[in-house]
């Protein structure tokens, strides 16, 4: 898992659909295990009634962020310890699979690898 951006909330379906997800009792028996370990709740939304979205609750939020340092601090270490000629190498290649992701740039992030 990479540093990445949670959105506060998102359908069940929308999320499945966009994940290439397997289905629909896939997604609802993930989110009754997430549900049971106080990671995340339901709510229904005003707008729609036949929608549920998935919030994250604290719990979850803090495992999130344990999991997302963790995978940080493992990249750092693997970052590292490379030679400058291959952490050249690797940037770029995290540039272009950024890029082909459609990921947008975050200003003001500043590498600790120099």
Do not use: K, N
């Not at 707008?47 to 999991?67: M, P, T």
């Not at 995978?71 to 190498?89: G, H, K, L």
């Amino acid at each position: 898992m990479t540093r990445a951006s949670y959105r506060p909330a998102c359908s069940m379906a929308t999320r499945a659909s966009c994940s290439g997800w397997p289905g629909d009792s896939v997604t609802v028996r993930l989110a009754d295990r997430l549900v049971a370990r106080r990671l995340v709740e339901r709510r229904v939304p005003e707008h729609s009634r036949r929608e549920v979205e998935i919030h994250l609750l604290d719990e979850g939020q803090s495992l999130v962020a344990q999991v997302s340092q963790r995978r940080f601090d493992d990249v750092a270490r693997i970052i590292a310890s490379a030679t400058p000629d291959q952490r050249s190498a690797m940037f770029l290649g995290f540039e272009a699979f950024a890029d082909a992701a459609g990921e947008q740039p975050e200003h003001g992030w500043a590498s600790p690898w120099g």
